[in-house]
């Protein structure tokens, strides 16, 4: 079993930036990517970022460029780093964890709201 504990939403206007942190505890060495998705009302649950074991990365094209997701193994954590943000971002962001036999652990949710 993998936990996982999102921090950092809250609320900015729109260009500004906000780091969201997801740390893993429990079985991690069976993690072989962890990432993150967002749902905002009304629409389906979509892929935001996601890093590899092996530090291969993949972003969703509507936040390339602006978004960096990296992790720390020392500390178990995966990090979203969201620059430029725009309303069309707000969203319940939830952290992702897959291991080695495909099974997926979520976080809680944690509420990124963007408005002026």
């Known amino acids: 079993q993998v936990q996982l504990v999102e921090s950092g939403g809250g609320l900015v206007q729109p260009g500004g930036s906000l780091r969201l942190s997801c740390a893993a505890s429990?079985?991690?060495?069976?993690?072989?990517?962890m990432g993150w998705y967002r749902q905002a009302p009304g629409k389906q649950r979509e892929l935001v970022a996601a890093?590899?074991?092996?530090?291969?990365?993949r972003y969703a094209d509507s936040v390339k460029g602006r978004f960096t997701i990296s992790r720390d193994n020392a500390k178990n954590t995966v990090y979203l780093q969201m620059n430029s943000l725009q309303p069309e971002d707000a969203a319940v962001y939830y952290c992702?964890?897959?291991?080695?036999?495909?099974?997926?652990?979520w976080g809680q949710g944690t509420q990124v709201t963007v408005s002026s």
């Open positions: 992702f964890a897959e291991d080695d036999a495909m099974r997926a652990y």
């Open positions: 890093i590899t074991s092996t530090d291969s990365t």
């Open positions: 429990g079985s991690i060495f069976s993690i072989y990517a």
